[in-house]
């Protein structure tokens, strides 16, 4: 049997402590700027697509059906899927800074190709689908690899504020989308336009690949993978520019210090294990958030310019305009609430978010049920439930990302995302038969009253199994797999029966 192991002897280290004592940094600041970029290539690009494809039928663009054009997102979004659990693994095995750096020039290429389908016909149709999945596949990736990135470098007092405020900043991508939209499909040329539309993401894109050239590789990672040299090099780079900006940094104690036994081999197997044997209540408390936010943004998000239509007889052309007072209620939810997950807690603010959200969703189908609302206040009261969805919706990715595993933290993010976007593919599905041929606003009402009772649940759950993870270190909320005691003993059953296997 080959042996997998990195080094033969523990490691001891006290890079964890030292990550967290650390204050607010311009490392910290470039580290957000080059990271946090995901969410808003995201938000961008569906927010791009989806204006887009409306054009796409034209005989002057790709002349699709609208078949074919409703085909475009379900192939991104399985692309997402495929790209967070493949590229998950990777970043895991590789390391988070090699996956950052590849995700995106995933993304850059597919989004990049799909300015240059030129033509009409099946060949062309294939080549567009096929740009879509690759630009899928990158941003798929990037879930999984940016939020390790950010939870292990991010000091523990900012982490659940950096975490929550970065993942809403989807939003921000969605804005920058929609006026991005009206001004390439209006004041050009739409056989022009909307290629040019397409070139946006993987323009910013180029900007951000030059700033994370500048970005180390998680010393956690490093520390955890055996390459303990390397990450107090990185954790020394920090430290320095902590000083630089005038930090006075006080020694850490050796009683700080953890000691691992690094392993090569942990992979989704290694997730079931734990999932299974070690954290089942973990993996139950994760679901639950990714889901029901999921399917609570997917049911509203892919619907709400038809109830606009529809119901409120909102013309086609003004939709963008209800669309981008949404999105700013989601992105400042995030930014002006992110805080209180460090302060507050998070079993508070978690649950508090899911749950008012719900609430106030339910008091909202019942003014639309009765005709108290007009596209005006439809549309503030959405505002107003996503300012608190949002923030609710951001933490369930800081959540999965802080109670799993350094080793297998990128492959659980991958998982959680994977089942959330699947299951929130059922949200558009349920309420457009909803709406369907409705001439009464009852349908959607019980839509409505669905999606409200599923937040409450995700806060409930939160209530019964959520972690009071603000301001601990990652490594005390959930244990490193590769964590020995200080007389080398092994902590997690998984690395002892690994180690007895090499042994015998």
């Keep these: 049997m080959s042996d997998t192991s990195v080094t033969d002897r523990p490691i001891r280290s006290t890079i964890p402590a030292r990550l967290d004592r650390l204050r607010w940094s ?114 798929g990736g990037e879930y ?57 993401g993987p323009v910013l894109a180029v900007v951000i690949l030059f700033v994370r050239r500048h970005l180390p590789e998680s010393p956690r990672w490093l520390l955890t993978h055996g390459r303990s040299q390397e990450a107090d090099e990185v954790i020394a780079r920090i430290e320095e520019m902590a000083r630089n900006a005038g930090q006075t940094l006080a020694p850490v104690d050796d009683s700080e210090a953890i000691q691992v036994l690094p392993e090569k081999l942990y992979g989704y197997l290694s997730l079931l294990h734990v999932v299974f044997k070690q954290y089942p ?63 507050l807690g998070r079993k508070k603010m978690i649950a508090g978010t899911y749950i008012l959200s719900g609430i106030l969703l339910a008091i909202s189908a019942w003014l639309f049920e009765i005709g108290a609302l007009n596209a005006i206040t439809q549309t503030i009261a959405w505002v107003i439930i996503f300012f608190f969805a949002s923030a609710g919706a951001s933490s369930g990715y800081l959540t999965v990302s802080e109670i799993f595993p350094i080793e297998i933290r990128a492959e659980a993010i991958a998982v959680f995302f994977a089942i959330a976007q699947i299951a929130g593919a059922l949200g558009p599905l349920l309420y457009g038969a909803l709406i369907g041929n409705a001439t009464s606003n009852t349908g959607l009402f019980v839509g409505y009253l669905i999606g409200a009772g599923i937040m409450i649940l995700g806060g409930l759950t939160e209530v019964l199994f959520g972690i009071k993870c603000e301001g601990r270190s990652l490594e005390s909320i959930a244990q490193p797999l590769s964590l020995v005691s200080d007389e080398a003993e092994p902590v997690h059953p998984l690395l002892k029966d690994r180690l007895e296997k090499k042994a015998s």
Excluded: C
């Design 26 to 139: 311009p490392f910290h600041t470039r580290m957000v700027l080059g990271l946090g970029v995901a969410w808003i290539l995201d938000g961008l690009e569906i927010t791009i697509a989806s204006s887009v494809t409306g054009v796409l039928t034209q005989s002057n663009t790709l002349h699709l059906t609208a078949t074919e054009v409703g085909l475009i997102a379900t192939i991104y979004l399985i692309g997402e899927v495929v790209g967070a659990l493949y590229f998950g693994r990777l970043s895991d095995q590789l390391g988070r800074r090699t996956l950052f750096m590849l995700t995106l020039g995933v993304y850059l290429i597919g989004s990049g190709l799909s300015a240059f389908t030129f033509g009409q016909g099946a060949i062309w149709t294939f080549f567009f689908y096929a740009t879509r999945f690759v630009a899928g596949l990158g941003i």
């Design 144 to 200: 999984a690899a940016i939020n390790s990135a950010i939870d292990e470098m991010m000091p523990a007092h900012y982490r659940g504020r950096v975490d929550i405020g970065v993942n809403g900043t989807y939003w921000a991508g969605s804005i920058l989308g929609t006026f991005a939209s009206l001004l390439f499909l209006n004041l050009i040329p739409v056989p022009l336009g909307w290629h040019l539309a397409f070139f946006l």
């Design 281 to 343: 209540t973990r993996a139950i408390l994760g679901a639950a958030l990714m889901i029901t936010q999921s399917f609570l943004y997917n049911a509203i998000f892919f619907t709400y310019a038809i109830v606009l239509t529809k119901f409120y007889h909102v013309s086609a052309t003004t939709v963008p305009v209800y669309g981008i007072a949404f999105a700013v209620g989601n992105l400042l939810g995030p930014l002006l609430l992110g805080h209180l997950f460090d302060t």
